[in-house]
């Protein structure tokens, strides 16, 4: 489990470090190059054997001045190094400006501006290796940037993906353009200023007016990643992250739990004893639709089996029994016809978890499921905070809410009221649209000044207006709970799934979720 950093807590941290006179900002700066540079070296060992070409591009910023330390390292190490400067020295940061100085002692800086892109392809023109560097701002991006700068990143990517060989591309942080705390784009569309005009000499074409940050092979970032790294807005611009440890004085934070995000990557130890048997592990009740319809059920079923739930019973109307008794072995079935089929069949204080909602059908049938559903383990709720003894909690009953169950709660404020602790939603995006139309919207407005509203605020503030745990489903999975706890599962870098992307996939995770409930 990885605590994931907001570009503020990163910047309190490296604050709070140096207002105790434990560590300079010049000193964290040089351990952020350095750090860059052992990073390249440690992805690419042939790199570090004979001397190559970087080309470092930098922004006005504290990024910049790790970018110019960088350049001076790797210019020590016998390479070719080209610097650009986006912005002015002028308005720099004490200490980039001191790597700025300390540069201009070892080589020149051309300016990052439309006239000299004509140099940027010259240079992808040579042969041998060359490594690009994109340190222009890093996780200071704090607003959209003017098409200006996306037009010139633009450039650089084309330059850079038409070296021969095909140039690597490494982002000091995280790659221009990339919020560091939704992982969405940053651009601001439009066309650049000389859009008058031919395209700059020595451009391939004219850039238009869509503006990407640059595919880059290594992002190497310091302390502890960043949010902006496992949330799917980055559209896949980064293939590889690597944490840098800058031996920042007690790098231990107290952050509220309504502060801290998870990375999850370890899964907990799910164990059985030769002691136990089935009943020791739960029972299971998922409810189905009707025939023809029991396939999402089924794969619930299935997937809270496999999970290790000591029993698990499909409840289904009378005529579809035919067809899962068919499909099932291992899982028993229960008639369940109506809302009043429901309510006897979980006055059984044995079934201890339920899912509601795969296949589950939108009629007013299904209403009703999900009316008694909700207040039968309602009943079975704590009070937050309540102690509980190991046999109670067996007891306590967990609710698993998706696919049509979700639908039907957005339709009825009714059913959405009766939602308690107890409860685990699953919804996708467009089930979280209906759910929560208001929160959903603030989250694709694009963004125009300070951090960006994430998924990870979109959760948490889902969790805490339903008063129950909310999973957030995607490639970049965030689980929040009414409290601000939250964590991440995302399929990203080595751990990218896209096979999940398939019918069925969601219907076996709820019965995971249930199996473990």
Known sequence: MTELLTAAQMRAIEA???????????????????????????????????????????????????????????????WEVEVFLYGSPEGMPPDARVNYERWLGMGEVTPFVAETVSKLFQISKRSGQTVWIDAILGIGLTRDLDPNLGALIRYADCAAMYSEPTGKVVAVDIPTGIDSDSGDIRFKWGRPRWAEGP????????????????????????????????????????????????????????????????????????????????????????????????GAARLSARGALRIGAGL???????????????????????TVADAAG??????????????????LGLDARAARLVAVALEGSRA???????????AEARLLRHLVLDADAL???????????????????????????RLFPDLAAKLD????????????????????????????????????????????????????????ATAGSGDVLAGFITGLL
């Open 445 to 500: 407005a694009p963004a125009t000044k300070g951090p960006a509203y994430s998924k990870v605020d979109a959760t948490r503030d889902a969790a805490a207006r339903a008063g129950c745990t909310v999973l957030f489903k995607g490639p970049d999975t965030v689980i929040a709970g009414p409290d601000g706890r939250c964590a991440i599962n995302s399929a990203a870098y080595d751990r990218a799934a896209p096979w999940l």
């Open 199 to 294: 395209a700059p000499v020595g451009a391939l074409h004219d850039c238009g007016d869509m503006f990407f940050p640059m595919y880059v092979d290594l992002a190497v970032t310091f302390h502890r990643p960043k949010l902006g790294f496992y949330l799917s807005g980055n559209d896949g611009r980064m293939r590889k992250v690597m944490v840098v440890d800058i031996e920042l004085p007690n790098p231990k934070t107290d952050w509220p739990s309504d502060a801290v995000v998870v990375l999850e990557k370890t899964p907990r130890s799910i164990q059985k004893y030769s002691r136990d048997n089935k009943f020791s592990h739960g029972h299971a009740l998922i409810l189905s639709g009707p025939p023809g319809h029991g």
């Open 380 to 390: 079975f709720a704590r009070p937050t905070g309540t102690a509980v003894g190991r």
């Open 407 to 433: 639908t039907l709660l957005s339709r009825d404020h009714a059913l959405f009221a009766l939602l308690h602790e107890k409860c685990i939603l699953t919804p996708h995006a467009g089930e979280f649209a």
């Open 342 to 359: 429901l309510a006897m069949v979980v006055q059984d204080d044995r079934i201890n978890a339920l899912c509601i909602g795969p296949g």
């Open 16 to 78: 709070a470090a140096i207002a105790s006179g434990a560590v300079t900002g010049l000193e964290l700066m040089e351990r952020a190059g350095a750090g860059v540079v052992q990073a390249i070296f440690e992805e690419w060992p042939e790199l570090r054997a004979t001397s190559h070409r970087a080309v470092v591009l930098c922004g006005p910023g504290n990024n910049g001045g790790d970018g110019f330390v960088v350049a001076r390292l790797l210019k020590d190490w016998g």
């Open 312 to 334: 698990v019973t499909v409840g289904c109307p009378p005529d579809a029994l035919p067809e899962n008794a068919a499909r099932l072995d291992a899982i028993m079935l229960n």
